[in-house]
């Protein structure tokens, strides 16, 4: 039966495949409810820079965050060695040597999302957030001001 303008039964409608070289045919109206169920159901078509895009996020994600669980998990035990509270995201060692928590704080900006999510949703520990390495006056100023400070604390002795 050709086409005609008159004929109803007869219409132009996509073929449900994606990669159909049948692209625009005529298909009988018996099949027409058919076929609009299968484009409604059809998955959505992503491009191959969708999917670099994707893949390019999560690999950022991923290393992101096995970062921050590597610092984390090596933090945590030298803290419960030295039997601190919080952890620190440069080690202990080098810290200690230089007295300089520079490298531990840009960490903690840099990680500050993910250890959020650590302490908020899984109860874990949070960054040290400074430690005192001297605690008399007399190693930052020597022994003048120990004595000064000294005298005016006890006047009598």
């Given at each position: 039966?050709?086409?005609?303008q008159?004929?109803?039964s007869?219409?132009?409608?996509?073929?449900?495949?994606?990669?159909?070289?049948?692209?625009?045919?005529?298909?009988?109206?018996?099949?027409?409810?058919?076929?609009?169920?299968?484009?409604?159901?059809?998955?959505?078509?992503?491009?191959?820079?969708?999917?670099l895009?994707?893949?390019?996020?999560?690999?950022?994600?991923?290393?992101?965050?096995?970062t921050?669980?590597?610092?984390r998990?090596?933090?945590?035990?030298?803290?419960?060695?030295y039997?601190?509270?919080?952890?620190?995201?440069?080690?202990?060692?080098d810290?200690?040597?230089?007295?300089?928590?520079?490298?531990?704080?840009?960490r903690m900006r840099?990680?500050?999302?993910?250890?959020?999510?650590?302490?908020?949703f899984?109860?874990?520990?949070?960054?040290?957030?400074?430690?005192?390495?001297h605690?008399?006056?007399?190693?930052?100023?020597?022994?003048?001001?120990?004595?000064?400070?000294?005298?005016?604390?006890?006047?009598f002795?």
């Amino acid at each position: 039966m050709p086409r005609t303008q008159a004929s109803k039964s007869w219409r132009w409608v996509k073929c449900h495949f994606y990669n159909c070289r049948c692209r625009d045919t005529e298909v009988y109206s018996l099949f027409r409810g058919s076929i609009r169920m299968a484009e409604q159901t059809r998955l959505p078509r992503f491009g191959l820079r969708t999917l670099l895009v994707f893949l390019a996020c999560i690999s950022i994600a991923m290393a992101y965050l096995g970062t921050y669980y590597q610092l984390r998990q090596r933090g945590i035990a030298e803290a419960a060695e030295y039997e601190m509270d919080g952890f620190l995201y440069a080690p202990i060692e080098d810290v200690f040597a230089s007295e300089d928590l520079s490298v531990h704080y840009k960490r903690m900006r840099i990680f500050a999302p993910a250890n959020w999510i650590d302490r908020n949703f899984f109860g874990g520990p949070g960054p040290i957030r400074g430690i005192m390495f001297h605690i008399s006056a007399e190693t930052r100023h020597g022994p003048a001001l120990m004595e000064s400070l000294a005298d005016r604390a006890f006047p009598f002795c």
